[in-house]
């Protein structure tokens, strides 16, 4: 047979322990104590806390307690390192005893910092950077860690797995996945850069970097050390913790999956166009939207002029589509968007007259963004005189920083962001004087303000990255940013040195790092040194 029973137990004497749910080092802190008294009698309790804090009073405590209640006994303790802090407290009467344990982390009294520089050396000679690190930081928790690229190309490759990676749905998804792609591979094959050869040395890099460092690695890395210092350093915890992208698996590194994944996209695209020849936001809209048709629009030109061939009319479709368009709309942020995407093949009739006209006169009402979109479609078009007009709009209105060497538009913040961005409007801006006025001062201002706002190999959403993606190529290509021959001599304090040779062959795929932690790390002022001889610029 079998039985079932119900059994309750209690004890007369409960404690609990209160606290915050962590310390920080430095703090002073309240440690708590509630103590229940369940018996029908009236107790004497002594308390006793057991920690190893710094107490401020007595770690005993003796309180009188009516039956049936509880009462709350307090302790202020100083934290005084980091770590972990293990608190007990005991309670006792002549009959009963109850006692609680419990483990808290400790933090440290600070913050993790970063402080981050960055340069152009476009000319032979040296450069000099200060580096200060403060006197009271945590014992080998610091690191210089200096990337070196030769090209804006490798932040260019950096971004596309994000792009293709990411779970596309919608149309802008569908072009940005494909499109900045398409014009990387483009712009590194007019580059003269063979991928098959990239590909293997990209795999080649891949395979040194995450080699842990063995003896025979570690002598040999390359640095060069004072006398009275090691002849050798152990990378081993360094290079966990070092800046790594795994460029191997990058999407153009595979023809046959370039081809794939571009038809793949347009044959979307292709389905997802309209009747009335424009896209709507999604497969099956009840109606097309003019920004993200001016975008397909954008982006199937810019996939014709790389040498990819468009099924029938679905271009001219779209173009004309946009044309009818501009004769009603009222938006002159949208009239401009629409504008530059149709100067992506031409921008002629009623459409230029437009552009060069009614948005030209009233140019003051735009925002940066579409001024830089004005300026090119204008300049594509042929207006050579307007589109300095405007160019020197965007000169007159742009924020310069210059102890930073960086330049920005600021935007007015609204519930929409598509002519709103500050990172769009800095990548089309600067998209607008590399087209007209590639010498502007402003270019490699804007350019550092840009590269300083990647998230890792990305930027806030696939558009951003797209466009930013669409600014790079562009820049790569019109200044020949992989056409170098150049060696780096790189020097930290008179004790650390480093020579790098970088080359055509090389520049998107090297040990670009300088890398050391606190022994050679001085408290205070820190100088690095740069030296540059040879054909190419230096960041």
Same mark, same amino acid.
């Given at each position: 047979?079998?039985?079932?029973?119900?059994? $309750?137990?209690?004890?007369?004497?409960?404690?609990?322990?209160?606290? @915050?749910?962590?310390?920080?080092?430095?703090?002073?802190?309240?440690?708590?104590?509630?103590?229940?008294?369940?018996? *029908?009698?009236?107790?004497? #309790? $002594?308390?006793?806390?057991?920690?190893?804090?710094?107490?401020?009073?007595?770690?005993?405590?003796?309180?009188?307690?009516?039956?049936?209640?509880?009462?709350?006994?307090?302790?202020?303790?100083?934290?005084?390192?980091?770590?972990?802090?293990?608190?007990?407290?005991?309670?006792?009467?002549?009959?009963?005893?109850?006692?609680?344990?419990?483990?808290?982390?400790?933090?440290?009294?600070?913050?993790?910092?970063?402080?981050?520089?960055?340069?152009?050396?476009?000319? *032979?000679?040296?450069?000099?950077?200060?580096?200060?690190?403060?006197?009271?930081?945590?014992?080998?928790?610091?690191?210089?860690?200096?990337?070196?690229?030769?090209?804006?190309?490798?932040?260019?490759?950096?971004?596309?797995?994000?792009?293709?990676?990411?779970? !596309?749905?919608?149309?802008?998804?569908?072009?940005?996945?494909?499109?900045?792609?398409?014009?990387?591979?483009?712009?590194?094959?007019?580059?003269?850069?063979?991928?098959?050869?990239?590909?293997?040395?990209?795999?080649?890099?891949?395979?040194?970097?995450?080699?842990?460092?063995?003896?025979?690695?570690?002598?040999?890395?390359? !640095?060069?050390?004072?006398?009275?210092? @090691?002849?050798?350093?152990?990378?081993? &915890?360094?290079?966990?913790?070092?800046?790594?992208? +795994?460029?191997?698996?990058?999407?153009?590194?595979?023809?046959? &999956?370039?081809?794939?994944?571009?038809?793949?996209?347009?044959?979307?695209?292709?389905?997802?166009?309209?009747?009335?020849?424009?896209?709507?936001?999604?497969?099956?809209?009840?109606?097309?939207?003019?920004?993200?048709?001016?975008? #397909?629009?954008?982006?199937?030109?810019? $996939?014709?002029?790389?040498?990819?061939?468009?099924?029938?009319?679905? %271009?001219?479709?779209?173009?004309? !589509?946009?044309?009818?368009?501009?004769?009603?709309?009222?938006?002159?942020?949208?009239?401009?968007?629409?504008?530059?995407? %149709?100067?992506?093949?031409?921008?002629?009739? *009623?459409?230029? +007259?437009?552009?060069?006209?009614?948005? !030209?006169?009233?140019?003051?009402?735009?925002?940066?963004?579409?001024?830089?979109?004005?300026?090119?479609? %204008?300049?594509?078009?042929?207006?050579? &005189?307007?589109?300095?007009?405007?160019?020197?709009? /965007?000169?007159?209105?742009?924020? #310069?920083?210059?102890?930073?060497?960086?330049?920005?538009?600021?935007?007015?913040?609204?519930?929409?962001?598509?002519?709103?961005?500050?990172? =769009?409007?800095?990548?089309?801006?600067?998209?607008?004087?590399?087209?007209?006025? @590639?010498?502007?001062?402003?270019?490699?201002?804007?350019?550092?303000?840009?590269?300083?706002?990647?998230?890792?190999?990305?930027?806030?959403?696939?558009?951003?990255?797209? &466009?930013?993606?669409?600014?790079?190529?562009?820049? #790569?290509?019109?200044?020949? =940013? /992989?056409?170098?021959?150049?060696?780096?001599?790189?020097?930290?304090?008179?004790?650390?040195?480093?020579?790098?040779?970088?080359?055509?062959?090389?520049? %998107?795929?090297?040990?670009?790092?300088?890398?050391?932690?606190?022994?050679?790390?001085?408290?205070?002022?820190?100088?690095?040194?740069?030296?540059?001889?040879?054909?190419?610029?230096?960041?």
């Amino acid at each position: 047979g079998s039985a079932e029973s119900d059994v $309750a137990t209690k004890k007369d004497l409960l404690v609990r322990l209160q606290a @915050p749910r962590f310390f920080v080092e430095r703090d002073q802190v309240v440690i708590s104590a509630n103590v229940h008294n369940y018996s *029908d009698k009236a107790k004497s #309790v $002594a308390v006793q806390l057991e920690s190893g804090l710094k107490l401020i009073g007595a770690a005993a405590q003796t309180v009188q307690i009516a039956a049936g209640e509880e009462k709350r006994l307090d302790w202020t303790a100083t934290i005084e390192s980091a770590g972990e802090a293990s608190l007990q407290i005991t309670a006792r009467t002549d009959s009963d005893s109850d006692a609680v344990k419990m483990t808290f982390p400790v933090l440290v009294h600070g913050v993790q910092r970063f402080n981050g520089q960055s340069g152009v050396i476009t000319n *032979d000679g040296s450069t000099k950077l200060t580096l200060n690190f403060p006197k009271e930081r945590k014992s080998g928790a610091s690191e210089l860690n200096v990337q070196f690229n030769p090209s804006l190309g490798a932040q260019m490759l950096d971004a596309l797995p994000y792009l293709v990676d990411y779970p !596309y749905g919608c149309v802008e998804q569908t072009m940005s996945r494909f499109l900045p792609t398409v014009m990387t591979v483009k712009t590194l094959r007019e580059a003269g850069i063979d991928l098959d050869t990239l590909s293997k040395r990209a795999k080649a890099y891949e395979a040194e970097a995450k080699t842990e460092a063995r003896g025979d690695r570690v002598k040999n890395s390359g !640095y060069s050390y004072p006398k009275g210092q @090691p002849n050798s350093r152990d990378l081993t &915890e360094l290079a966990k913790r070092s800046w790594y992208y +795994n460029r191997s698996n990058n999407p153009i590194f595979d023809k046959a &999956e370039v081809d794939k994944m571009t038809k793949a996209g347009l044959e979307r695209l292709y389905t997802m166009q309209r009747g009335d020849g424009g896209w709507g936001w999604w497969q099956g809209s009840s109606q097309s939207d003019e920004y993200m048709s001016a975008y #397909v629009v954008y982006g199937l030109a810019q $996939a014709k002029s790389a040498g990819i061939a468009l099924k029938g009319d679905v %271009l001219n479709r779209g173009n004309a !589509y946009l044309r009818g368009q501009m004769k009603d709309e009222e938006n002159l942020e949208l009239l401009t968007y629409i504008a530059y995407s %149709l100067s992506q093949t031409k921008l002629d009739g *009623d459409a230029k +007259n437009i552009a060069a006209g009614r948005l !030209y006169d009233q140019r003051e009402r735009l925002a940066p963004l579409s001024k830089a979109y004005l300026a090119m479609a %204008l300049s594509n078009a042929g207006e050579k &005189e307007k589109a300095g007009v405007l160019i020197r709009n /965007l000169e007159n209105t742009v924020q #310069v920083d210059a102890q930073n060497g960086t330049a920005r538009y600021k935007t007015q913040p609204q519930y929409w962001c598509w002519w709103n961005n500050d990172v =769009e409007t800095v990548a089309l801006a600067l998209r607008a004087f590399n087209q007209i006025e @590639p010498t502007n001062k402003l270019v490699p201002m804007l350019m550092k303000w840009l590269t300083l706002q990647a998230r890792g190999n990305h930027y806030g959403s696939t558009k951003e990255t797209a &466009e930013v993606v669409y600014t790079l190529a562009d820049y #790569v290509s019109k200044n020949k =940013e /992989l056409d170098v021959d150049y060696t780096l001599k790189v020097n930290l304090n008179g004790k650390l040195a480093r020579t790098y040779k970088v080359t055509k062959d090389n520049a %998107l795929f090297f040990d670009n790092r300088f890398v050391t932690g606190d022994l050679f790390l001085q408290d205070g002022a820190n100088t690095l040194t740069i030296e540059k001889s040879g054909k190419g610029k230096g960041k």
